[in-house]
């Protein structure tokens, strides 16, 4: 921002929410310093005082205004999985969920946002690996469970429940979100929390099929010999 400008935070707020909306409406092509001041209800000028270029204004917007991972400890992995899919709801269902979807299709080619994006996307990486890692630590899952994966599946179903849910229903999707993501770690830490004998004594085969960036474990396994499930070795 240009130093010495008038501060006035409800016209900042205004700006920022504006050029939110118009980037998720056009994306990148129709981003014009002209049309976010029109939609902020502001003059031109308000804009250059603060901002000399669009790429710095989309920046401070996303700095800002756009819901973001972060690092969370409730003292136990499920409620910190349930705490980081609840963020993940409130980015993909919320208003700015056009914004977070067109950022990442875009974001590379943005200069300046680009670098924003990318150093923002690997502070996330690092907040939801440290959850898993506390989780391991107080042996709440296994030492060789893969937070790569783990973290694949729980950030990957909360974003497809969210773009999947009918856009009248988002909403409320995001006003409610605790039931569905307390379901989605249920069934997630399942998967990776060791099982319990049978009651003869043997412990449950589990088949899983690995088909490259998704794995799943079908609900009534195919006919196998007892023994080693072969399948992929996966490594964080």
């Known amino acids: 921002m240009t130093p010495g400008r008038p501060r006035d935070p409800e016209v900042d707020r205004r700006i920022a929410q504006a050029a939110l909306d118009l980037f998720g409406d056009a994306g990148w092509a129709g981003f014009a310093m002209e049309a976010v001041a029109r939609r902020a209800g502001v003059g031109k000028a308000s804009l250059y005082l603060r901002w000399s270029t669009k790429e710095a204004l989309l920046t401070d917007a996303v700095t800002w205004r756009l819901a973001r991972v972060a690092d969370v400890d409730t003292g136990t992995l499920h409620g910190d999985l349930v705490e980081l899919a609840t963020q993940m709801l409130d980015i993909y269902a919320g208003d700015t969920s056009r914004v977070a979807l067109r950022l990442g299709l ?7 946002v680009a670098e924003h994006y990318e150093a923002m996307r690997r502070a996330q990486a690092l907040a939801a690996r440290a959850i898993v890692r506390r989780g391991i630590r107080r042996g709440e899952v296994a030492p060789d469970t893969s937070a790569t994966l783990l973290l694949d ?9 969210a773009l999947i849910t009918p856009a009248d229903r988002r909403a409320d999707l995001a006003r409610n979100t605790g039931a569905y993501v307390t379901r989605l770690v249920d069934f997630l830490l399942r998967a990776v929390t060791p099982a319990l004998p049978s009651r003869a004594g043997r412990m449950p085969t589990l088949h899983v099929f690995d088909m490259g960036q998704f794995a799943y474990a079908p609900a009534h396994p195919m006919r196998h010999v007892e023994g080693e499930c072969r399948g992929r070795q996966f490594d964080d």
């Open 106 to 112: 875009e974001a590379a080619a943005i200069p300046g």
């Open 153 to 161: 599946t729980l950030t990957g179903g909360a974003m497809m429940h």
